[in-house]
């Protein structure tokens, strides 16, 4: 009897899924198959296709596993962070920080499979929209907030579409920067 056999379905779930994220990272969207899935994660095509019945949804689950590990990191970092002007926003620096090294092959890859499905982002808008909701209670000054916040978005979005001008150590004093705004005299 294998060992696998004896597996949850959530973790036969998150082993396909992780093997899914490492396809992305290795080849790119236009190499994400059910197939390439199923080498990578060791699963049965049968065994990917019980869990994740078309490409489709795969990716879709792809996404909310992303999203929720986000949400997971954020809640973790904003422990780190309860000295912040707002520990939320200093959270999401550092989580987009680790995202932007770690993460960046995938951000590439779904933004390619986003073309024709606009909806697939509402995972991660609904745990923006979580994470506004509890920087517009931290913070008084929303100005400061949100100009931190596009700083985000712009180096996310700028590394994620391949236009990026800033190196490894632009970024990092960028981040430094951003930090130090959020910090109570």
Not at 58 to 65: A, D, T
Not at 156 to 168: E, G
Request: aromatic fraction near 6%; charge should be negative.
């Amino acid at each position: 009897m294998s060992a696998r056999i004896h597996r949850s379905s959530q973790d036969s779930k998150t082993e396909i899924l992780n093997a899914a994220l490492e396809v992305l990272k290795r080849s790119g969207a236009q190499s994400l198959t059910i197939d390439a899935v199923a080498e990578e994660s060791g699963f049965s095509k049968g065994g990917v296709l019980y869990n994740f019945s078309t490409k489709d949804a795969l990716i879709r689950g792809m996404v909310e596993y992303l999203a929720h590990q986000f949400e997971e990191e954020l809640a973790a970092a904003k422990e780190r962070n309860q000295s912040s002007l707002s520990p939320t926003l200093s959270a999401m620096i550092d989580v987009t920080e680790g995202w932007l090294s770690a993460q960046r092959d995938v951000a590439q890859a779904l933004l390619a499979t986003k073309v024709d499905q606009p909806d697939l982002v509402q995972p991660f808008m609904d745990a923006m929209n979580r994470a506004k909701a509890a920087i517009e209670v931290e913070m008084d000054d929303k100005g400061k907030a949100w100009a931190i916040w596009a700083c985000l978005d712009g180096l996310h979005f700028s590394q994620a579409h391949c236009v990026s001008l800033f190196s490894d150590e632009d970024r990092n004093a960028v981040f430094a920067e951003l930090r130090q705004r959020l910090r109570k005299d």
